[in-house]
């Protein structure tokens, strides 16, 4: 049973940063694309950035390129979401996914409906 679980949430500045987790269990991931998404009260969930498990393919959402940066550590089995300059609308939920489909040249296949999902973790940002 795949489990994820996210960690690093909190409140913050605006223009702070934070690092948010996502450790990896009960599979072999080695295929897999991980991702991070966020949702708002009463909107849908949306992508953020995308990852394949080698690290070598790496995607982001126009809003957050730039600023944050996704990476993985195969040897810990997490995936990090480094986030900077941080501003109020990025206070959202973010939740982690994988998904065993891959990614090619032009994306990760990792989206709203994809199989496995974190409980999600709160980040706050004030002005």
């Known amino acids: 049973q795949v489990q994820l679980v996210e960690s690093g949430g909190g409140s913050v500045q605006a223009g702070d940063s934070l690092r948010l987790s996502c450790a990896a269990s009960g599979r072999t991931f080695s295929s897999y694309t991980m991702g991070w998404f966020r949702q708002a009260p009463g909107k849908e969930r949306e992508f953020v950035a995308a990852i394949n498990w080698s690290g070598t393919r790496t995607f982001y959402a126009d809003s957050v390129k730039g600023r944050f940066t996704i990476s993985v550590d195969n040897a810990k089995n997490t995936v990090y979401l480094q986030m900077n300059s941080l501003k109020p609308e990025d206070t959202v939920v973010y939740y982690c996914?994988?998904?065993?489909?891959?990614?090619?040249?032009?994306?990760?296949?990792?989206?709203?409906?994809?199989?496995?999902w974190g409980q999600g973790t709160q980040v706050t940002v004030s002005s």
């Open positions: 996914a994988a998904d065993p489909r891959g990614c090619s040249p032009s994306g990760c296949n990792v989206n709203i409906r994809s199989p496995y």
